[in-house]
């Protein structure tokens, strides 16, 4: 979903939320900040959503927020080395540990 200021993200999430159904598991990705807001994470905990972390170039790791009874991760570097995945493994242990699922997603390029 496309950035939104924090009122109409909420409206917007309340409605995507709303209308997928319960028992299909849903991740949803945020990439512009303004969806970043706890009543956005809240709302997608309610509905057993997982909010989808995304490691991009030139920004800082994702915070890998449970919402959901798993985690979502996609790696979106252009490069990724074999210290990076060891770093984001790390944490997905822990979830790992306490019995969630983890779907990580690592990017897909033809050379």
Same mark, same amino acid.
């Given at each position: 979903? !496309?950035?939104?200021?924090? !009122?109409?993200?909420?409206?917007?999430?309340?409605?995507?939320?709303?209308? *997928?159904?319960?028992?299909?598991?849903?991740?949803?990705?945020? %990439?512009?900040?303004? *969806?970043?807001?706890?009543?956005?994470?809240? %709302?997608?905990?309610?509905?057993?959503?997982?909010?989808?972390?995304?490691?991009?170039?030139? %920004?800082?790791?994702?915070?890998?927020?449970?919402?959901?009874?798993?985690?979502?991760? !996609?790696?979106?570097?252009?490069?990724?080395?074999?210290?990076?995945? %060891?770093?984001?493994?790390?944490?997905?242990?822990?979830?790992?540990?306490?019995?969630?699922?983890?779907?990580?997603?690592?990017?897909?390029?033809?050379?």
């Amino acid at each position: 979903m !496309r950035g939104a200021n924090g !009122r109409s993200a909420v409206i917007t999430s309340t409605r995507a939320l709303a209308a *997928w159904p319960s028992d299909l598991p849903l991740t949803m990705e945020f %990439q512009h900040e303004s *969806w970043r807001m706890d009543e956005v994470h809240a %709302q997608l905990m309610a509905a057993g959503a997982a909010l989808c972390a995304t490691d991009l170039d030139d %920004q800082d790791p994702p915070d890998l927020r449970v919402t959901a009874p798993f985690v979502y991760l !996609r790696l979106r570097r252009s490069t990724c080395s074999e210290g990076a995945v %060891q770093a984001v493994a790390a944490p997905i242990e822990h979830f790992l540990e306490d019995d969630l699922d983890a779907f990580v997603l690592f990017r897909h390029v033809d050379d």
